[in-house]
């Protein structure tokens, strides 16, 4: 889904007790969906190969965590970590048809921890299975807010939304956001924008959602600057091997 960088394996603090993290991407896919979506790296890396990527197609990692190997086992090792629909949106319309098989799946696995995120939230918990309360302990959605317009929509539904954990991924952040409460969000991860036609993050947006979190007890993670980050009327174009870094050393993550 999600549209921000293509650094996919950004750390939850429960990852460090799985054995291993797997990316499992049932379909491919996906249709823009708001300003978020301008610069998608599925789009992006699909069209350097000449696909469609608007087009969504079941793929064949379709039945990935129930798939066997020679011996027997699980291919995806038993208490894996699983980054699921990283290529799609996990509840993109195009997907209803495959979605229900896809929840099976995870109920039958549950001794895997499968981690998603939406900007699709108004419809997602329609989407949810009769049998969610069973498996949502082992299910984190999170949703995508990435300016203040998308976060209007999206929080309330997001804060309803009945997730054990709930976590707000504001990358690319466009603008700065003003939450209107954050009652109920127990973590917010901000990023910058990367790769070609990246669109400027201000470190003022960042601090402005961090002295939110601050203030309502939220956890909070700067996780990169994007390629082009501003900083105190300065603008900085920094390269993707540093993006990480340099939001680290910001040093204003709160646990
Ligand atoms: S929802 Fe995510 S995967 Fe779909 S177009 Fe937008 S950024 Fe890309």
Redesign the pocket.
Known sequence: ???FSEELLFELPEEKNAQCSVAWNPWHG????SE??RN?Y??RIDSSHGIDASSVKKTKAFSLPLDKGKGGRYRIPYGSFVYACFS??FFIDSADKWRSQAWEMMRIRKDLRFFMIT?RIIRAASLLPDYWDEIKDKVDIACTMENQQEADKRLSAYKSFPVCRHTIICEPLLGPINFSSLKGIDCISVGGESGTGARICSYSWVLGIREQCMAAGVSFRFKQTGAKFEKEGKLFSIPRSLQHLQAAKAGINLP
Do not use: A, H, N
């Open positions: 889904m999600p549209g996906c249709r823009r969906y978020g979506c998608c599925v789009y799609s949106d900007k």
